[in-house]
């Protein structure tokens, strides 16, 4: 269970030849921690939090539409509400919560009002004929227009026409101005603004042209994905002529602008306060050059360095689109995995509103009226809860990476390719559940640890926001960066540990060690592939958006019913990005898979007898002119240092 394994530290990689289940006691722990997610929402339904949240209540402590108990101390409760089944406040635009109290007093009713109700006897005439009584109730409808509490115990007049939720049983004023002055001038502008109308107007003429663009930007990140290969070495001539031309002449402007401001010093109209200026200028212009010129420097050595690794970039690009072309439904990953968080999400929220409502009934002395207090085990349920769905939020996209990462393994593994599974993804994920499980319960619980702390401190500095000082504020910043850094490097870790596990089927923690070694060894290829790659990746991105965008245009063109392009042309570009987003992500996770099983495989064989290489022909053609490369600089030592004895030899 712990990272403190007594496994040897050199050990041999056997692809997919043993299987057995990993991390053991962390799925116990896992399952234990969801077994808590569960009860929470079971505590919650059975004391009533549900039914108060679905049903509604008032504020006497009664459930709409049900038979009441009563409850000490508060004498309207205990009412048998069976008919009056729709909750009503009585000042509909006034239920903001304070101190998880709501501001409006509340009664159920019978029906919602259907017409905009002005005096008493409106209130009145309505409940003698609908039979809901709009105000308290112990205020019979008669007595509506003379009583004495009439100002408090009833609704504050005119009552806005009303219509009722269906699932949350409230009645929901249909006037939504009312709610905020901020809705109220927005409303008056939708209903004022001729520009807002007519981009409107566009979107609802253009909903066919719209939800074509978005199949056409789902069709381009498709193709994207096979025909990425064939134009990465081009993207990367790019990348390195605008890193290079980009780098050198940002450092040439620099100086140029130090050696300018440090002649302005010479001019003689300038006064003394200028003359200060330009003299912090020249300082500053200094600094910044001699830092652009080190950095350009060191860019400009580590592309020289990797220049060579590049060309493992353009070929493990060329491979993955071979393994979208053999495992299609890889594609489709995103998509699963986006059901899979909504479903969970809607789960988290509905529990997390049935705690809200949970509690106790008690009299508040200050009102006369029940409110729920929310006890300390509660409370720390609600903590329970939030851990939950950082944790098995993060288990499913580890669930995803390790699906993608053993079907990729398995493919590269695999010499003959014809023998490989009929459904190699299923094959995965029963792979998955089968064997690790809590590998990836306990990956995702590392990231999780790193994202509470974080989380903490960005809600820490945005309530200090303007009350601490600049010291306070920039320690909360430094932390929380170093803590996105520290989870970015784990995360990255995390993905080669369960590509490592898919590969030898160990636990976590030897799987992560083994994964960084061959990281580490391979340290320059793991800069050019994250470099190069992600800004292939990220022109990818902008291939599509831009040929989207291109389509847009040209469609738009033919709508003559308004000129407003803003609006349509931002949704598509913006679904456009997101498709591309979640198909290319994958494409990522399997280059960086396919790198790591290059990189045992190149270690642990040597292409010859009993020890062949499993990797493509495009890698291979890679190692082969490596080695060739490597022979030819032997070669031409080997001569020089001939040629270096025969004329020492001459000499003597």
Not at 87 to 109: D, G
Not at 292 to 303: E, K, R
Not at 363 to 373: D, P, V
Not at 468 to 487: G, Q, S, T
Request: contains cysteine; positive net charge.
């Amino acid at each position: 269970m712990g990272c403190c394994s007594s496994a040897e530290s050199k050990r041999d990689w056997k692809p997919l030849e043993d299987r057995h289940c990993t991390d053991i006691p962390w799925l116990i722990i896992f399952i234990a921690f969801c077994a808590g997610m569960g009860g929470i929402c079971i505590f919650a339904i059975t004391t009533g939090a549900a039914s108060r949240l679905i049903s509604g209540y008032d504020s006497y402590g009664n459930i709409c539409g049900q038979r009441n108990t009563k409850i000490e101390g508060i004498e309207l409760s205990g009412r048998d509400l069976t008919e009056n089944k729709f909750v009503f406040f009585l000042e509909p635009c006034n239920i903001n919560f304070i101190n998880r109290n709501v501001k409006s007093m509340a009664v159920c009713v019978f029906k919602c009002p259907d017409t905009e109700l002005r005096t008493y006897n409106d209130l009145k005439k309505f409940a003698l004929a609908n039979g809901s009584q709009l105000c308290s109730y112990d205020i019979s409808p008669t007595r509506y227009p003379n009583h004495p509490d009439r100002s408090s115990k009833c609704p504050k007049l005119p009552v806005p026409p009303s219509k009722s939720v269906p699932l949350l049983h409230r009645c929901v004023p249909v006037d939504i101005s009312c709610y905020a002055e901020f809705v109220q001038a927005f409303v008056t502008f939708v209903n004022d603004n001729s520009v807002l109308n007519k981009v409107i107007a566009g979107v609802m003429a253009s909903k066919e042209i719209i939800m074509g663009l978005c199949l056409l930007a789902l069709v381009l990140s498709l193709l994207l994905m096979v025909i990425i290969r064939y134009i990465s070495i081009v993207l990367v001539w790019i990348l390195t002529v605008l890193v290079v031309l980009g780098s050198i002449g940002g450092t040439g402007i620099l100086w140029w602008l130090y050696v300018d401001h440090r002649s302005a010093l010479n001019d003689k109209t300038l006064s003394v306060f200028g003359k200060e200026v330009v003299s912090d200028n020249v300082q500053a212009l200094l600094v910044y050059a001699i830092i652009a010129t080190v950095f350009t420097v060191i860019l400009l050595l580590l592309l020289f360095f990797m220049r060579k690794r590049v060309a493992l970039t353009i070929a493990l690009f060329h491979v993955a689109g071979k393994v979208f072309i053999h495992l299609p439904l890889l594609a489709l990953q995103p998509f699963w995995t986006f059901i899979s968080l909504m479903l969970f999400w809607v789960y988290w929220i509905a529990v997390l509103l049935f705690l809200g409502v949970s509690g106790i009934p008690v009299k508040n002395n200050s009102t006369g009226l029940a409110e729920y207090q929310m006890k300390e085990p509660v409370r720390y349920m609600a903590w329970y809860h939030a851990v939950g769905l950082i944790w098995i939020s993060e288990f499913i996209l580890a669930f995803q990476q390790m699906t993608i990462a053993g079907a990729v393994v398995n493919y590269y593994f695999t010499r003959n390719k014809s023998q490989l599974s009929l459904t190699p993804i299923l094959s995965s994920v029963v792979r998955v559940l089968r064997y690790h499980l809590g590998t990836i319960a306990k990956g995702s619980f590392i990231i999780t640890l790193v994202k509470i702390p974080r989380l903490i401190l960005m809600y820490i500095h945005s309530q200090l926001k303007g009350k601490e000082n600049a010291c306070a504020r920039c320690m909360l910043k430094a932390c929380v960066c170093c803590l996105w850094c520290l989870e970015k490097c784990l995360a990255y870790l995390n993905q080669n540990a369960y590509t490592a596990t898919a590969i030898n089927s160990t636990n976590f923690c030897t799987s992560a060690r083994d994964a960084f070694t061959i990281l580490v060894e391979n340290a320059l290829r793991v800069a050019a592939i994250n470099t190069v790659g992600d800004f292939v990746l990220f022109l990818g991105k902008v291939i599509v958006v831009s040929c989207t965008a291109f389509a847009g245009v040209l469609a738009l063109n033919y709508q003559r019913e308004y000129t407003v392009w803003v609006l349509p042309l931002l949704i598509v570009c913006l679904f456009a990005f997101l498709v591309a987003h979640c198909f290319l992500s994958v494409f990522e996770i399997v280059v960086d898979v396919l790198f790591l099983c290059f990189a045992v495989d190149t270690k642990y064989n040597d292409g010859s007898p009993g020890r062949e290489y499993f990797m493509d022909k495009a890698l291979m053609e890679f190692v082969e002119n490596s080695k060739k490369k490597g022979r030819y600089k032997a070669d031409e030592g080997e001569g020089r240092e001939m040629k270096s004895m025969a004329h020492g030899g001459t000499l003597a």
